[in-house]
């Protein structure tokens, strides 16, 4: 069930970016254009499992993306938003497809599954 949880919040959170990213009126060829960028983290796995899941890690948490988003609010910034919005909506599309954080052993372990 815990599962299930993670996959329609990852939903909720991919709609209502899409919602604010429409607000704003952006392109939506942009959008289709960076929406998988956040996935270049996994370039860091040739390194190590250990350095590959943590910057894997870094970039597929709520925490830097929505950072982002409220940096673009105050420096009334729409590169900033654009990108924010961008990077929440892959982080909740992640999420509703089952792809969660990544353990350090491997790189298909996730905290919602393995893959």
């Given at each position: 069930?815990?599962?299930?949880?993670?996959?329609?919040?990852?939903?909720?959170?991919?709609?209502?970016?899409?919602?604010?990213?429409?607000?704003?009126?952006?392109?939506?060829?942009?959008?289709?254009?960076?929406?998988?960028?956040?996935?270049?983290?996994?370039?860091?796995?040739?390194?190590?499992?250990?350095?590959?899941?943590?910057?894997?890690?870094?970039?597929?948490?709520?925490?830097?993306?929505?950072?982002?988003?409220?940096?673009?609010?105050?420096?009334?910034?729409?590169?900033?938003?654009?990108?924010?919005?961008?990077?929440?909506?892959?982080?909740?599309?992640?999420?509703?497809?089952?792809?969660?954080?990544?353990?350090?052993?491997?790189?298909?372990?996730?905290?919602?599954?393995r893959l």
């Amino acid at each position: 069930m815990v599962k299930k949880y993670l996959h329609i919040e990852g939903l909720m959170v991919l709609l209502a970016v899409i919602y604010i990213y429409s607000l704003y009126e952006f392109s939506w060829w942009i959008f289709l254009l960076l929406i998988l960028s956040p996935d270049v983290s996994m370039l860091a796995y040739l390194i190590s499992d250990r350095v590959g899941a943590r910057v894997y890690n870094l970039f597929h948490t709520y925490t830097l993306s929505i950072f982002m988003i409220l940096l673009a609010i105050f420096l009334k910034s729409d590169a900033l938003m654009l990108i924010g919005l961008i990077w929440t909506a892959h982080i909740g599309m992640d999420r509703l497809f089952g792809y969660g954080l990544k353990y350090t052993s491997s790189f298909k372990g996730t905290h919602i599954q393995r893959l």
